[in-house]
Nanobody, 122 residues
């Protein structure tokens, strides 16, 4: 059974960088041919795909967030991370990590983390 768990600070100040880590157990983030995504949901709004990192290490980003987003991984720890720079209160959301199979632009997620609340406030 694959499990994903998000971790990181729940409160970030405006203009700072949001950093979250997704720890994966029960499966390797390098296993063919899975994609590992970050998705967020602001209060009262729908899900927004932010970006993904593939089994190969290739990265993919939402056009609206590409300039501020960086996804990386640490294969020795079976973790992948999200960094979102220059945050504003509009970045307040529940952040999820999830696994997909077909590709970075498909929402065929079979496993999700529980989600973690991140609030941007001074």
């Amino acid at each position: 059974q694959v499990q994903l768990q998000e971790s990181g600070p729940g409160l970030v100040k405006p203009s700072q960088t949001l950093s979250l880590t997704c720890t994966v157990s029960g499966g390797s983030i390098t296993t063919n041919y899975y994609y590992w995504s970050w998705i967020r949901q602001p209060p009262g709004k729908g899900l927004e795909w932010m970006g993904a990192i593939a089994y190969s290490g290739s990265t993919y980003y939402s056009p609206s967030l590409k300039s501020r987003t960086s996804i990386s991984r640490d294969t020795s720890k079976n973790q992948f991370t999200l960094q979102l720079s220059s945050v504003t209160p509009e970045d307040t959301a529940v952040y999820y990590c999830a696994r997909g199979l077909k590709g970075p632009y498909y929402s065929d997620y079979d496993y999700w983390g529980q989600g973690t609340q991140v609030t941007v406030s001074s």
